[in-house]
């Protein structure tokens, strides 16, 4: 037998060691998980089922730990289930539980405006024209967010008739907070203790442990307040960022209701939390529900493991529509998160509105810049000009002080100047390069950032512009050229009108999805840089210009503020058509969607390329075109059903999900996945030497008489085929399938786009597609 060394010996016994620690460790420590049960099934009250969940709960809790028998959070309303605090062991058991469907990790979820502290938002790109139009008053849209600041202008009430009398929501009162704060406006406010106030346990153990709320629906972040207002705020004339984007402030349907669930505040939002909020703001009676908040795309998990998909799906059996954001994390591909295909899923694009600080140089030259500032300098008086890497720190590389990296600057040499720094190193952001150039006593800050220039940022009072390449070039070369370079920057200006928009954004986290790609995601875009709407008063020193009162409004960027763009227009649509569902609804949105920009050529993203079907979905929103879709194509719970089957879910566990007996037809295939009712078309991979026929069926939502015929828009060496090519109707809601053959005898290989489209002469049903050829 051969010994061991006495150095492997050592790593050996270091080896138990470490094992042994790390078994101890991952036993105790407790996490937050979330037991998800499914339906609500049986007809009991709510004490009951609490009761049930700690029964389960304590099977698997040792006895001398009985405290710990205790949910943080409880859902009984639509669905069932808990959060509570577990072992990873005990969350293992749990899953074993016959009554339950999943076990997952309560992970914190992002306001996806995460890089958008850095960013801003103009107007909304929904039109005036509608406001004319009669709209019913009864449709509720609820908020799931940060929270809402009630004084604002925005959610006053004037006009709007009683609160529709089947709401049942509450408004919670909070120290800051009173009933009163709700109106016929904001009729509903709730709010939850976070995570990480919920985890003490009752000291009473023998009580069912009632979930003791504190704190106010009232935002501290702004967050909540802005996607409020985006969606449903009431019309302020003469809305403005320190005079900025001037103009008449209002929702996507301001004549729509909102209700607040407060389940985030700046740090993100616990998903155990924000679940808790989808089942009460469905048993509340909300009719849609906007949510601009998910998962980082590098921490998606399945359907069933993620609380937004779940929440998502029995709202939508309850016929209650759920919009969300689909993530900043662009513009790489299998970015989008929320691609659930009962989830609304919104990307975000530029609007006509450009936000420009002009530099003046020594030797005359103008640069545009784009910045949101309120710069005091003036266009008669120069200011020393220096590059950050001429004005190095000591012992400081200069590439870090070209990018204006923390304590890479001398303050002796940037004091009163210019500095002009790079954006070579993604890790720092606009925000720090600020706070860096201010904390160096600099005059100002020129950055020079090709890529994010197209979303503005707000750097409140200190002059402050960004620059393309080129003109950055430019200003280099201009500071080699002389001994003594100068320049100023001014104020910013907005202009309207401005071409080409709308633009994809560079962030709007693009498709295909990560879980599947045979659901084409996202599902469609709208404005959500630089957007304009309410806010909470600015309480940071510098962010409010001298001599001016704090702004009723603030400009913002992210996909979390194209969401209830998305969520209003579809609050708008509902006003008109009661009765539709939520999929019909989706659809008349992304079948009408815009393609081309106001400039008549087709949308691009912000490179300057053409933006393709996965940096947008079916186009941008065209709210007024949304309400005479034509034709709808209606994705039912059974398709959704049939979906969870072909992703490879259990019969057993897809009963439990939709309480009902339904039972899987085919074997699971993620082909079959494509032939789901939906309004756009994804085929995850067609061989070159096959076809694929992808079936859909459309329903009648026009005139009673009409006939469609199809024209197709396929890109070279794809051949699509139409069949049949006519649909004939004759009456409202008859529904007519047809098929689609693709091959791809000399296409490309890798993903190719195109579009169905049907039309009667009055109406343009648009179906967009992605293949993948391989
Ligand atoms: C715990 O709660 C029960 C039921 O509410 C009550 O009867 C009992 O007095 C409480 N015990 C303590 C120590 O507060
Ligand atoms: C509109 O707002 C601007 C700045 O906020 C103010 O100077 C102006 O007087 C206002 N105009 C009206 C008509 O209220
Ligand atoms: C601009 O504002 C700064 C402080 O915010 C002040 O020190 C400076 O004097 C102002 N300059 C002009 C020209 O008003
Ligand atoms: C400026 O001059 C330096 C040295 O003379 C040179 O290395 C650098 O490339 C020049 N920069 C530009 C933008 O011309
Ligand atoms: C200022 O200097 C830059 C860089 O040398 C040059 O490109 C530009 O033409 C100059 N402007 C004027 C008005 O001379
Ligand atoms: C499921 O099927 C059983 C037996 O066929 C029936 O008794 C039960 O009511 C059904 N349940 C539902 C939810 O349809
Ligand atoms: C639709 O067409 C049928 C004949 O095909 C006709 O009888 C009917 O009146 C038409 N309906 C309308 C609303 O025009
Ligand atoms: C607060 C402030 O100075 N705002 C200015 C921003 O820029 C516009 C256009 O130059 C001015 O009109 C505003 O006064």
Redesign the pocket.
């Known amino acids: 037998m051969m010994l061991p060394s006495m150095a492997n010996l050592v790593h050996f016994v270091f080896l138990i060691f470490v094992s042994h620690f790390l078994h101890a460790t991952s036993n105790q420590i407790k996490e937050s998980y979330v037991i998800y049960m499914g339906s609500f099934s049986q007809n009991r009250n709510p004490e009951a089922i609490q009761a049930a969940h700690l029964q389960i709960l304590s099977s698997v809790i040792p006895s001398e730990e009985q405290e710990r028998v205790y949910l943080t959070q409880s859902y009984h309303h639509v669905f069932e289930g808990f959060s509570a605090m577990l072992t990873e062991k005990e969350a293992a058991q749990l899953s074993g539980h016959s009554e339950v469907v999943s076990v997952f990790h309560d992970r914190f979820l992002q306001l996806h405006t995460t890089r958008s502290w850095d960013f801003l938002e103009t107007e909304s790109g929904l039109r005036s024209q509608r406001l004319n139009r009669r709209a019913s008053n009864d449709v509720i849209i609820g908020i799931i967010d940060t929270g809402i600041w009630p004084e604002s202008p925005s959610f006053n009430d004037a006009g709007l008739g009683e609160v529709p009398s089947r709401w049942k929501g509450v408004c919670m009162e909070g120290s800051d907070f009173k009933k009163t704060d709700c109106n016929r406006k904001l009729i509903g406010a709730r709010y939850y203790n976070n995570l990480a106030e919920s985890t003490q346990p009752p000291t009473n153990k023998s009580q069912i442990p009632e979930i003791t709320s504190f704190g106010s629906p009232r935002d501290s972040v702004g967050h909540g307040t802005h996607t409020s207002s985006t969606a449903a705020g009431s019309i302020v004339t003469n809305a403005s960022y320190y005079g900025l984007a001037q103009g008449v402030a209002k929702g996507g349907s301001p004549s729509s209701r909102i209700a607040m669930y407060k389940a985030c505040s700046l740090g993100g939002c616990a998903g155990s939390t924000v679940l808790k909020a989808i089942d009460d703001a469905i048993n509340d009676g909300v009719d849609i529900i906007s949510i601009s908040i998910g998962m980082s795309s590098i921490f998606q998990s399945d359907f069933l493991s993620d609380p937004i998909a779940v929440g998502a799906f029995h709202a939508n059996q309850k016929g209650v529509l759920v919009v969300c954001s689909g993530g900043n994390d662009g513009p790489d591909p299998f970015t989008v998160v929320n691609s659930a295909p009962w989830i609304l899923t919104v990307a975000a694009s530029s609007i006509d509105r450009a936000f420009q600080s002009t530099i003046v140089?020594g030797?005359?030259?103008v640069l545009k810049g784009s910045a949101i500032n309120f710069s005091n300098l003036s266009r008669y008086e120069q200011h020393p000009l220096v590059f950050g890497a001429d004005v190095a720190a000591e012992f400081t590389p200069v590439s870090e002080a070209s990018n204006c990296y923390p304590g890479s600057l001398d303050d002796d040499k940037t004091a009163g100047k210019i500095v002009v720094c790079v954006d070579t190193d993604p890790t720092v952001s606009r925000k720090v390069k600020k706070l860096v150039a201010e904390g160096a006593r600099a005059k100002g800050l020129i950055l020079i950032d090709e890529v994010e220039k197209g979303v503005p940022f707000d750097s409140g009072s200190f002059p402050f512009s960004q620059l393309s390449n080129d003109a950055g070039a430019?200003i280099l070369?201009?500071i080699n050229?002389t001994k003594k370079p100068t320049a100023t920057i001014l104020p910013t200006e907005d202009f309207k009108e401005f071409k080409p928009a709308p633009v994809v954004a560079y962030f709007s986290a693009r498709g295909p999805g990560g879980l599947t790609e045979a659901i084409l995601k996202p599902d469609i875009m709208a404005p959500g840089v630089s957007i304009l709407a309410a806010s909470i008063p600015a309480v940071d020193i510098g962010a409010v210009p001298e001599g001016k009162k704090p702004s009723d409004f603030a400009i913002k960027s992210g996909t979390s503020m194209a969401c209830p763009h998305v969520a209003g227009a579809a609050a708008f649509v509902r006003s008109a058509h009661p009765r539709w569902s939520p999929s019909m609804i989706r659809s008349a949105l992304m079948t009408t969607a815009i393609t081309v920009n106001n400039l008549g050529k087709p949308l691009t993203s912000s490179t300057g390329s053409d933006a393709n079907y996965h940096d947008m979905g079916a186009g941008e929103i065209s709210p007024l075109r949304a309400l005479s879709p034509g034709l709808v194509f209606e994705t039912t719970v059974d398709d959704y059903l049939h979906f969870l089957c072909y992703y490879g879910y259990k019969n057993q566990i897809i009963r439990k999900i939709s309480g009902t007996n339904f039972s899987c037809s085919f074997s699971p295939s993620p082909q079959l996945i494509t032939n789901i009712n939906y309004p756009s078309i994804s085929i995850a991979q067609l061989d070159s030497k096959k076809v694929v026929i992808v079936s859909r069926t459309a329903t009648n939502v026009g005139p009673s008489n009409a006939t469609y015929i199809a024209s197709v828009d396929a890109p070279d060496g794809l051949m699509v085929k139409v069949s049949p090519d006519r649909l004939v109707f004759n009456r409202r809601g008859m529904k007519a399938s047809y098929e689609i053959t693709f091959s791809a005898m000399d296409a490309n290989k890798g993903y190719r786009f195109g579009s169905v489209m049907w039309s009667d002469g009055a109406h343009v049903v648009r179906t967009v597609f992605a293949v993948n050829v391989i």
Do not use: D, F, T
Request: no cysteine; net charge neutral; hydrophobic share 10%.
């Open positions: 140089l030797n005359g030259s430019q070369q201009y050229s």
